[in-house]
């Protein structure tokens, strides 16, 4: 079975810059997150997608963040301007379910590594 | 304010010297933890769900059990391919903790 996939795995912009990452889920997963890990720290949770819509998304910095996920498959994570506190892996996962029916555990991506100068 | 810490931060052992890692947490009911392994360059890895206080679970040299007011990972024998971060989170958030960095000295 197919994991979650990623790209691209390294991206260095400058800052005010715009940016986007995509997902691919496990096939057959409807739930899909993003999370945001800085260097010595443990990932924090930016958006929940439940299929096409968003479930979660207490944690985003709307002003700049966005997230989509069209067709309740593929998902992209933007960055519009970015900023220098930016800087950090932004990992992709999915699960069967959401939360509390059993089929919530999370398979993770490799991530992309995000660098703003 | 939902909190998960972890400790210790760091732990170094000897090949085949057994420890255990902690995460404590402060959750309103909480709905499950999870244990992640975590190498470096790569996402995590998905270890135990653990839902109800007394819950054992065990994977090769790992077992992780759980109370009412925290978790343990414990490393039986380890080897240095056990070598990595691991990191506790628990599921009414998906609220993680910094993790525990465990090298293992041949």
């Known amino acids: 079975e197919a994991g979650v996939a990623q790209s691209p795995r390294y991206k260095i912009i400058e800052k005010r810059q715009s940016v986007a990452f995509w997902c691919n889920p496990i096939?057959?997963?409807?739930?899909l997150y993003w999370y945001q890990q800085i260097l010595g720290q443990g990932p924090k949770l930016l958006i929940q997608?439940?299929?096409?819509?968003?479930?979660?998304d207490s944690q985003l910095p709307k002003d700049r963040f966005s997230a989509e996920r069209l067709k309740g498959v593929d998902s992209t994570l933007k960055i519009q301007p970015a900023k220098l506190e930016d800087s950090a892996v932004y990992l992709c996962?999915?699960?069967?379910?959401?939360?509390?029916?059993?089929?919530?555990?999370?398979?993770f991506g490799p991530g992309t590594r995000l660098l703003v100068l | 304010e939902d909190q998960v810490t972890q400790s210790p931060e760091a732990l170094r052992l000897q090949e085949g010297e057994s420890s255990s890692l902690n995460c404590s947490y402060t959750?309103?009911?909480?709905?499950?933890l999870f244990w992640y392994r975590q190498d470096p360059g790569k996402g995590p890895e998905f270890l135990f769900t653990?839902?109800?206080a007394g819950e054992e679970k065990e994977k090769e040299r790992l077992k992780a059990t759980l109370t009412k007011k925290e978790s343990f990972l414990h490393i039986t024998a380890p080897k240095p391919e056990d070598s990595a971060t691991y990191l506790c989170?628990?599921?009414?958030?998906?609220?993680f903790g910094t993790g525990t960095s465990l090298t293992v000295i041949p």
């Open positions: 096939s057959g997963h409807a739930t």
């Open positions: 653990l839902y109800s």
């Open positions: 997608f439940q299929n096409n819509g968003v479930v979660d």
């Open positions: 996962a999915s699960s069967l379910g959401p939360p509390g029916g059993g089929q919530e555990t999370q398979y």
């Open positions: 959750v309103s009911g909480l709905r499950g």
């Open positions: 989170a628990v599921l009414n958030q998906f609220y």
